[in-house]
């Protein structure tokens, strides 16, 4: 069975925290996201990667770092926590290519920055 | 620049009909819509995928169509059932002009309560 798991399901932290978001999946996807999701927002794309070492800015980058060492690990990094960084934030991974593969996602982390 | 709406108001209807849900988009032209499901504080679910060549897709009690001409996708469950009842979004491919990945952009979803 499908699965994409995230280190954590709550996390609270302190503004100017560094903060470490891990993803891994087990389907053996190239393409890895991550999203923001908040109320009236919607989901909202940080960064992504299709392959190991690759990686591309999505909407909303600003505030955010990503780094893939390995095909099954994408870690989204916040170099200094703000409030505004308070969010649902999802991970998920997909097939590469041309074509719209659906994409499987994780629980998600629900992150609180006091 | 591009824009996906659904309805932000809940929809509530009796155990048993049908629920008709709405994706409009303005400004692009996708080659492939996705519908999800979500459930409270848990990742979105994919559901169903169609083509922008195909009219309608059915999957057990699901239905989609795609109308490219009024750029729009109607999401349908028919006999609904209160397990039913999550927030469902759609999401568009954003066409890249290069082989390269294809990101989907995700509309903010409509909560959809079945009743029994």
């Known amino acids: 069975d499908v699965k994409v798991t995230q280190s954590s399901r709550y996390l609270v932290k302190r503004t100017g925290e560094k903060v470490f978001l891990e993803c891994v999946q087990d389907?053996?996807?190239?393409?890895m996201f991550w999203y923001r999701q908040d109320p009236g927002l919607g989901l909202r794309l940080i960064y992504f990667?299709?392959?190991?070492?690759?990686?591309e800015k999505g909407d909303i980058p600003e505030g955010y770092s990503v780094s893939r060492e390995k095909k099954e690990r994408f870690s989204l990094i916040l170099e200094s926590a703000s409030t505004n960084q308070t969010s649902m934030y999802l991970c998920?991974?997909?097939?590469?290519?041309?074509?719209?593969?659906?994409?499987?996602f994780g629980p998600g982390t629900r992150l609180t920055v006091t | 620049s591009q824009k996906i709406e659904q309805n932000s108001e809940a929809l509530n209807i009796q155990e048993g009909k049908t629920a008709t849900l709405t994706c409009n988009y303005t400004?692009?032209?996708?080659?492939?819509l996705q519908w999800y499901r979500q459930d409270p504080g848990r990742g979105p679910v994919f559901l169903l995928l169609?083509?922008?060549?195909?009219k309608e897709k059915r999957k057990e009690r699901l239905k989609v169509t795609f109308d490219t001409t009024l750029k729009q996708s109607l999401f349908h469950i028919t006999a609904s059932q209160p397990a039913d009842s999550a927030t469902y979004l759609c999401?568009?491919?954003?066409?890249?002009?290069?082989?390269?990945?294809?990101?989907?952009?995700f509309g903010t979803g409509t909560l959809l309560a079945v009743q029994p």
């Open positions: 400004n692009y032209s996708p080659a492939y």
């Open positions: 999401a568009l491919d954003t066409r890249p002009s290069s082989g390269a990945t294809n990101k989907l952009i």
């Open positions: 169609i083509r922008e060549n195909e």
């Open positions: 389907m053996d996807h190239e393409n």
């Open positions: 990667s299709y392959d190991v070492k690759m990686k």
């Open positions: 998920a991974s997909s097939l590469f290519g041309g074509y719209a593969y659906e994409q499987y």
